[in-house]
């Protein structure tokens, strides 16, 4: 990690190593940034899944992981790639827009964080067995009322590693029986296994990535 974060998830806190739990709140933010530790060098791995696991649609992010496992891994490595390439940019290209009615990088960013939580929930549903179908949500109307141009890059990336860690977590715990677990959309057409929406949720984040860097820069 290559700077300390404006604000430590709690997770990220109790990593810190057994010497220091006597430490105050306020003491943390005096340690070398080796003590934050990242996530488990060993992070469990989840295969990719197969057609029929995902919507038709989905193919687009998901064909832009390898087909390694290492699903988690690379959650947490194309988290620092990201930050570390949108934080390289002039501040004025961030609310930058290539067309009238775009979106600009800011709002890119706020997009990818709320559609990586709301397909965790998604995923945490379909993983506890619920039986309803889940709506999905209007993009662009999300993008809209939430005012990306508004938030500085610091707080957004604060939010983004709270949503990664978090969503690391939850793959990190789940049965193993749950991945294969099939949850229903809006129609069949949006039927996608746990397995499937971790694979979503990285290619998303990469298939925006690459839009930035073909459009805005």
Known sequence: MTGVPALFPTALLMTVTPSHR????RSYFLLPTSYFLLPDPHMRTIAKPKP?????YADMYISLLPDDGRILEHLWDNFLATRSFIQSLPEERLTYRYAPGKWSIKDILVHVVDDERIFAYRALRFARNEQ???IGFDQDEYARHAQGDARSVASIFSEFEAVRRSTI????????DALDRMGHGTGTAND????????????HELHHMMVIRERYV
């Open 22 to 25: 006597n430490l105050t709140f």
């Open 132 to 134: 309803a179908n889940l």
């Open 52 to 56: 029929g696991d995902y919507p038709a």
């Open 192 to 203: 996608a296994t746990v397995r499937a929406l971790v694979y979503h949720i990285a290619g």
């Open 169 to 176: 977590t939850l793959y990190e715990n789940l049965p193993a």
